[in-house]
């Protein structure tokens, strides 16, 4: 059995960040360790194009050759995407890796000997920076009502600081040691190969957002523990994909995926108050929108 699967899903991703995150991966295939003895990281490649084109079908050949490329002919979005690569994995771990991440040469090593030695945890992550070093909010503790609202309703564009939503994002800990979390990022998320045979794939009623705080609940729920690495660390140009969205279609997966959410883990009842208060989050979505492109 392959040591870890990298499932990849890219959606018109520029291809020079597209090819940064391949050419990483592929420098992960030799390392030297102390004594200068080569070293293989045992892994398979498989990436998963929505709305597929052939120039990332091209670079995805000459960077990676042996990897498996799966082309969609339309956007099926995160989670129906990221399951058909799963589908195929075969490693003991297999790692979500956003197209615009850059991973160290050692980095996907070092993830394989901490959950190795730690068995009781079902996924795990690690520090994630941008491109200039800075850190990114990357852990989480389960969404509530109050959080979420609190964001829908665009408070944080007015208020710097806001104590229920500094603690839904964890601003209380520090990101810098290594711990138990309730949600990691999916743009670098190693799952071990027995909670997908306990709990399955990731949920395809999500099209985008949300999917990987339900999939870290359900692991959660199941007795996982969900671990934050903090003496491993990648680059991530975060949102990089989305930018070329429309802002009113990104809001309208979010407003969705969050009513789904809700409903699944905490009932129709929260899922009731965010499908009545929608339009109120539509008509502030156009006017973050228009204040964004003013």
């Known amino acids: 059995m392959t040591d870890v699967s990298i499932v990849i899903l890219t959606y018109k991703e520029a291809p020079e960040v597209l090819a940064a995150c ?61 399951n058909q690569g799963m589908r195929l994995a075969t490693g003991r771990y297999v ?15 070092q993830m394989v000997k901490h959950m190795d030695a730690d068995t009781e945890v079902g996924i795990g992550s690690c520090i994630i920076r941008y491109p200039n070093g800075e850190l990114q909010d990357s852990i989480r503790r389960f969404p509530r009502m109050i959080d979420q609202l609190l964001i829908m309703l665009k408070v944080p564009h007015f208020i710097r600081r806001v104590w229920s939503i500094d603690d839904y994002m964890m601003r209380d800990v520090d990101a810098f040691k290594t711990q138990d979390v309730d949600s990691i990022m999916g743009a670098f998320m190693m799952i071990r190969r027995s909670v997908i045979e306990k709990i399955g794939l990731f949920d395809e009623r999500y099209f985008i957002w949300f ?5 870290c609940k359900m692991a959660y729920d199941a007795g996982f523990k969900i671990r934050h690495y903090a003496d491993v660390e990648i680059v991530h140009h975060k949102g ?30 929260p899922a009731m108050i965010l499908w009545i208060l929608a339009p109120l989050f539509i008509v502030l979505a156009y006017g973050a929108a228009v204040i964004k492109r003013g």
């Not at 809001?251 to 129709?268: I, L, N, P």
Request: some cysteine; overall charge negative; hydrophobic content about 40%.
């Open 22 to 82: 391949l050419a990483a991966v592929a420098s992960s295939r030799s390392l030297r360790d102390r004594a200068g003895h080569l070293e293989t990281c045992d892994y398979e490649l498989i990436v998963v194009d929505n709305a597929g084109s052939l120039a990332t079908k091209e670079l995805v050949n000459e960077l990676l050759p042996d990897a498996e490329y799966i082309a969609n002919n339309i956007n099926r979005g995160f989670a129906a995407a990221v």
């Open 95 to 109: 790692l979500l890796l956003n197209p615009d991440t850059v991973v160290p040469p050692d980095a996907i090593e």
């Open 211 to 215: 999917e990987e705080v339900d999939y």
């Open 240 to 269: 990089h994909t989305f930018d070329q969205l429309a802002t009113i279609r990104k809001q309208k997966w979010v407003r969705e995926s969050m009513r789904k959410y809700f409903a699944k883990h905490h009932g129709v009842g």
